[in-house]
């Protein structure tokens, strides 16, 4: 027998396994890889502004998930981005729009950029753009997401095109600081999506909204027209409603605006914009966006 | 093996011999020449005086204020005027021409194309998105003594409703009595409620403003 023998072999097996892991990982990676294709596109509302989307790979028509981000929020930032690939996989052609966000706005100023987003009428809007995308069929429904201003516009979306079936919006009020009221346009019953058809999902410490977990409630039932007074959350037999995320629920212990951000500056609201919280990204409780997607999947056709 | 035949007398050009060569051989020298001197003429000869170039500028822009309209080739234009041809004339506004084809026409020209020369940090060091945002809903011309003349608006945008029209010049939108906005963080931007910006309007600075957390009559393009 020879000398080393007993040293080698577990050696020998450790790095077959380590081998395993690693083409394991590989292969998935290229299987997840092969399953969607990212695209990129345009779309016209005045000047020209980017979509950047994922489809499924595989042959076949496909439901139509659109994401709007915040304001000042990259179009393609991690958060968006994080959406867009929990919808692909779960069947929706996805695609995040870029829109004029530098700044906020009244309900006429925001309602002009949705519809310039969601303008069923136009052949230049971003949603007539996806829609006539190869792999998509629109027939089969079309759902909104967004955060802050972004989901302004998601709620708004179906003012727009009548084939929108459900809206979600993160860190949406009517309320925004002290300069806007958008009651007008985002109160129940002032747009056209139906309260039954939205799931809108606040940080406790949302400052935009007005900072408590009360406030935050209170916004979430002004436009969702669901009230469960003192509760966390409250939805409806068909998943919709409202959520209030709270500090322990999270990463950084930080439930603000962007509670869907990751290692931003202790107490600044909205300041983890390069990472995503793994608890949001891959947890699944109700205010993660795996089951948000699961929720907004409910409303379309396969 | 090599023999070589060595002489006492030097071998001169035979001179003579270069002088019976005729003209009717020289005809391609003499045409390489005519097409230099065509170059250089055609090099140095000024195609258009300078001030010919800056006078059809600012015709149309005139023509535009007349009309009452500050997008041309937007929805409701005149058919005469979207149906001029390009080439009639060399003017800057040539560019405001629509870009795209179909229903995208229809939107006029597309500011973020025909503004793709200008960087949004010509126009404001403290607001890069701020100034992206200008350049999305104005067309700009450079001007040959700095800052851009205003070419076209787009209605309904916040910049049309703070009274920006062709014609003005803008050198910065940053104004010096204006504290500086982070712009990667969201709450600094949803808590502006006023853009406002100095423009050259008729050799006079003029302040325009527009508060955006007021509603108007039409939902406008941002």
């Excluded at chain 1, 020879?2 to 072999?9: G, K, L, Q, R």
């Excluded at chain 1, 000042?72 to 829109?99: L, M, N």
């Excluded at chain 1, 914009?273 to 907004?296: F, H, R, S």
Aim: overall charge neutral; proline content about 6%; glycine content about 10%.
């Amino acid at each position: 027998m020879h000398p080393s023998a007993p040293h080698t072999t577990p050696r020998r097996v450790l790095w077959r396994l380590g081998s395993y892991l690693v083409a394991g990982m590989a292969l998935l990676g290229a299987l997840s890889a092969q399953a969607q294709t990212t695209f990129t596109t345009t779309y016209r509302n005045g000047s020209t502004y980017n979509i950047y989307g994922k489809e499924p790979s595989a042959a076949g028509k496909y439901p139509v998930y659109v994401h709007t981000v915040g304001t000042g929020e990259a179009y393609d930032s991690a958060w968006a981005k994080a959406a867009i690939d929990a919808a692909v996989a779960r069947g929706f052609v996805a695609a995040t729009v870029q829109y004029a966000n530098a700044s906020f706005g009244s309900c006429s100023t925001i309602s002009g950029r949705a519809k310039g987003i969601f303008n069923a009428t136009s052949t230049s809007s971003a949603i007539a753009k996806l829609c006539a995308r190869g792999k998509a069929d629109c027939s089969k429904g079309i759902v909104t997401g967004g955060l802050s201003q972004g989901s302004i516009i998601s709620v708004l979306a179906k003012n727009y095109d009548s084939r929108v079936q459900a809206s979600m919006g993160q860190g949406t009020g009517s309320t925004y600081t002290v300069a806007y009221n958008l009651e007008s346009c985002m109160a129940n019953g002032k747009h056209a999506q139906p309260g039954e058809r939205i799931r809108i999902i606040n940080g406790e410490r949302d400052m935009f909204v007005g900072g408590t977990e009360a406030i935050a409630r209170s916004q979430a039932e002004l436009v969702t027209g669901l009230k469960c007074t003192g509760r966390q959350s409250c939805f409806r037999s068909n998943g919709s409603g409202w959520y209030i995320v709270k500090d322990l629920e999270v990463a950084d212990l930080n439930a603000d605006h962007c509670f869907m951000g990751n290692l931003g500056v202790p107490g600044v609201q909205c300041s983890g914009i390069l990472g995503v919280d793994p608890y949001y990204e891959y947890g699944n409780n109700q205010w993660g966006v795996k089951a948000t997607m699961d929720w907004l999947k409910t409303f379309v056709r396969p | 093996m090599k023999h070589y035949e060595l002489s006492s007398q030097p071998r001169t050009p035979s001179v003579p011999a270069a002088r019976t060569v005729p003209w009717v051989r020289r005809w391609p020298q003499a045409a390489l020449a005519l097409v230099a001197l065509g170059a250089v003429l055609w090099a140095l000869w000024p195609a258009q005086p300078p001030a010919a170039l800056h006078t059809q500028a600012s015709a149309p822009v005139a023509q535009a204020q007349r009309a009452g309209q500050a997008w041309p080739f937007a929805a409701g234009a005149s058919e005469t005027d979207a149906a001029e041809p390009a080439a009639a004339t060399h003017s800057p506004w040539d560019r405001l021409q629509p870009v795209a084809d179909g229903d995208e026409t229809a939107q006029g020209p597309d500011p973020r194309t025909l503004n793709a020369g200008i960087a949004p940090e010509r126009l404001s060091v403290q607001r890069r998105l701020a100034a992206q945002e200008f350049l999305d809903h104005v067309v700009l011309q450079p001007e040959p003594r700095g800052g851009y003349m205003v070419q076209a608006v787009l209605p309904g945008s916040v910049y049309a409703r703070s009274g920006l029209r062709p014609g003005d010049t803008v050198y910065t939108l940053d104004l010096p009595d204006q504290p500086p906005v982070e712009e990667s963080n969201m709450v600094a931007l949803t808590s502006m409620h006023e853009l406002a910006f100095q423009v050259v309007r008729d050799g006079a600075l003029v302040r325009l403003s527009v508060r955006l957390n007021e509603e108007v009559a039409s939902d406008g393009q941002g």
